[in-house]
């Protein structure tokens, strides 16, 4: 017989769940979600259910993590169907808080990742890590998971929640899913639903112009110069805008100055296409 998946929406369903799972002695993995799941999403709660005996994936859109003008109200919002491509995944237990029971009135306490939350996306969005940094603590405090599951595709974030984690000493080991990628590269994203096809074609510019000069960088290439070509190039090929397209190490995220590389590093990428902000990153080895 098919287990029955459990879906939680008070904090006292999920602590039921958990409470069963400890008794059995079952490691948990968490991947945290905000919904509108796509393939990206399941490569994730594949890995989860590699990683330990029980997997949690929480649907949550964080209004902490929107700042005012972005696209909190508009967010892509499909339970329904989320649930049901879980049931298929065969997770243990979907947890849904209600958005009332997560921030309460007297809610207070800010949590500010420095180091590797600073510059790129904190250029851009300020609050963001903020945001992530408060949501991803309560998370992993209600569901005390073995392990939580991200993907690289927010390199930053995930960078950002490694040093929260590291720095806060909560029990939990982080792990990073590779980017899932479109037939075309294109990172799958679930703003993508945005994109008409005109913007698609656009957008799915954006990591071949990355492998190039990630690959050029790679060779010896200036950084400063290709990424400058790069930028251009991306404007060139129908983007609106580029917030940044810079190249920082690996781990630390540490600024690399110009000249050309002789350590391997990371090339992260957010541009506008259509009104949607999109991200992406490659290593170059
Ligand atoms: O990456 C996301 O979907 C969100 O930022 C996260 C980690 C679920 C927190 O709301």
Do not use: W
Not at 20 to 33: A, D, F, G, K, Q
Not at 50 to 75: H, L, M, W
């Amino acid at each position: 017989m098919m287990a029955k998946v459990i879906i939680a929406r008070k904090k006292s369903e999920l602590d039921a769940g958990i409470l069963h799972y400890r008794e059995n002695n079952e490691t948990i993995s968490l991947v945290p979600t905000m919904g509108a799941l796509h393939e990206g999403h399941l490569n994730l709660v594949k890995l989860a259910k590699q990683k330990s005996d029980r997997t949690i994936v929480s649907i949550y859109v964080n209004p902490a993590q929107f700042a005012p003008g972005e696209d909190f109200e508009a967010y892509p919002r499909s339970e329904n169907d989320d649930i049901s491509l879980l049931i298929e995944e065969k997770v243990d237990l979907i947890y849904i808080p209600d958005p009332k029971s997560m921030y309460n009135v007297h809610h207070a306490t800010k949590i500010i990742v420095g180091g590797v939350a600073e510059g790129l996306e904190t250029d851009h969005r300020p609050t963001f890590f903020e945001g992530v940094a408060l949501i991803v603590t309560k998370l992993l405090n209600r569901v005390t998971p073995d392990y939580a599951i991200f993907g690289e595709k927010d390199y930053q974030q995930l960078a950002t929640i490694r040093r929260l984690v590291d720095d806060l000493d909560i029990p939990v080991e982080i792990i990073g899913a590779k980017i899932a990628r479109d037939n075309h590269g294109l990172a799958l994203s679930s703003r993508n639903k945005y994109l008409d096809s005109h913007g698609l074609k656009i957008a799915r510019q954006l990591n071949k112009i990355m492998i190039s000069y990630a690959s050029m960088m790679s060779k010896g290439a200036n950084v400063d110069k290709a990424t400058q070509t790069a930028r251009a190039e991306l404007l060139e090929s129908g983007f609106s805008s580029v917030d940044y397209i810079e190249v920082r190490s690996p781990n630390s995220l540490t600024i690399l100055e110009g000249g050309v590389l002789n350590s391997p590093a990371r090339l992260l990428v957010a541009a506008h296409c259509q009104g949607v902000r999109l991200i992406d990153n490659y290593p170059i080895n």
